[in-house]
């Protein structure tokens, strides 16, 4: 809808009145759940099939480090692995319980769009969904904490993307301390301190970003002889937690929240469990990625991290304004920023802010694997005209 609305004139297609265009939020829910229940049914088709694997589904507790009740049935397990993810965390706001809110969860299954919202937190599920409800028509108020939206992230690709987001009409509010919400008739309010300010925000739907914690939740760890890490599982660099013989992995261990850190750490987890293997995680280039769009991604250290490491640091910075391929499709926000160890020429990390940077990130990604230099980048030949040219133009400025 936002590219019709927004870019058909530019792409020569008239007759289209924007103010015509309309969104229905249950069509799309109905896809997205459809697609997901696909990837789910094929995945459990594929443990089911598998004769090594006795499928066993119930709500699972430790009695201790070797015995499981799931359903009240007693299980006795030499190793374990658990891969139990996480749950949103609920911040303790005076007034929410009466105000009313959603996680992401809810977010992600409402079938009537709401005609404004609140959203609680501004890191990457609270600029998602803050893009993605207001270009479906919602009016969005987005408040963060801190002083900038995804505070881990370079400065000059986060700020960017926030100027963005406000172009588009989302109301973006950081430093913003939540005091207490509350209900106004129909609708729920938060107030907020913003600059020394106490301001009265009011919509329909609060939705909360506050971040995640361990899913251990009536699990026993106690029992099972697991200690926490703040909200998370304490596991160590081979994923063995406290427990001499229970691994964990994903997102229950904190850090970086994401699908395919937990994939990677699968096979680890099932290496050192099954095998005896002592085989330790890397998490130098676990990439990461904001959905939005431009979309936001990254992978290693951010200038200040590296210099915080103690690293002689060398940045090289290209725009996707310059990108003969962006200027074609119209996209020309953003630009790609390469970290590098000043003497050794090593690539300590990559950010990218712009059109499909999730994808492109991954220039970065391989090169690192590789432990490679910037001549990994710069001396490659990429494709004219693509946006990959952006990143090998970043790694050339900071040569």
Do not use: C
Not at 52 to 70: L, M, V, Y
Not at 98 to 113: F, K, M
Not at 348 to 354: A, F, P, Q, S, V
């Amino acid at each position: 809808m936002h590219l019709v609305k927004e870019k058909a004139e530019l792409f020569g297609v008239q007759g289209i009145d924007p103010d015509e265009v309309t969104f229905d939020l249950s069509k799309a829910v109905a896809r997205k759940d459809q697609i997901v229940q696909g990837i789910i049914d094929g995945i459990y088709q594929g443990l089911k099939s598998n004769k090594n694997i006795s499928f066993i589904t119930g709500r699972a507790e430790f009695s201790s480090p070797i015995d499981i009740k799931i359903d009240g049935k007693s299980l006795t397990s030499k190793n374990t692995i658990l891969a139990v993810g996480s749950r949103p965390y609920l911040p303790d706001i005076p007034g929410l319980e009466e105000a009313g809110y959603i996680t992401n969860d809810e977010a992600l299954n409402l079938r009537e769009l709401p005609d404004s919202m609140i959203i609680i937190g501004g890191g990457y599920i609270g600029v998602e969904f803050a893009q993605m409800y207001n270009r479906f028509g919602t009016k969005v108020t987005l408040l963060g904490r801190a002083k900038r939206l995804m505070k881990n992230e370079e400065p000059e690709l986060s700020e960017n993307l926030a100027d963005l987001l406000f172009q588009e009409g989302i109301t973006v509010h950081t430093s913003a301390e939540v005091l207490r919400a509350g209900k106004d008739k129909n609708d729920s309010f938060v107030e907020a301190r913003v600059d020394g300010e106490e301001i009265k925000f009011i919509a329909s739907k609060i939705l909360l970003a506050t971040g995640r914690i361990a899913h251990v939740d009536n699990l026993g760890i106690a029992q099972a002889g697991i200690d926490m890490e703040g909200s998370f599982i304490k596991a160590d660099d081979q994923l063995l937690t406290t427990a001499p013989n229970i691994w964990s992995l994903g997102d229950a261990n904190g850090g970086l929240l994401f699908t395919h850190r937990a994939t990677y750490d699968g096979p680890i987890a099932a290496l050192n469990s099954v095998k005896g293997e002592e085989k330790k995680v890397d998490y130098r280039i676990v990439p990461r990625a904001i959905f939005s769009e431009p979309a936001l991604a990254s992978v290693g250290l951010t200038e200040s991290k590296a210099k915080e490491s103690g690293y002689d640091v060398k940045t090289g910075i290209a725009y996707f304004k310059n990108s003969g391929r962006a200027k074609a499709i119209g996209q020309r926000n953003g630009l790609a920023k390469i970290i590098v160890d000043n003497k050794t020429n090593k690539i300590l990390g990559g950010h990218i802010l712009g059109p499909r940077a999730d994808d492109l990130i991954h220039e970065v990604v391989v090169a690192m694997q590789g432990h490679g230099s910037l001549e990994t980048l710069t001396k490659s030949i990429h494709i004219h005209p693509t946006l990959s040219e952006v990143v090998k133009n970043a790694a050339k400025a900071a040569r």
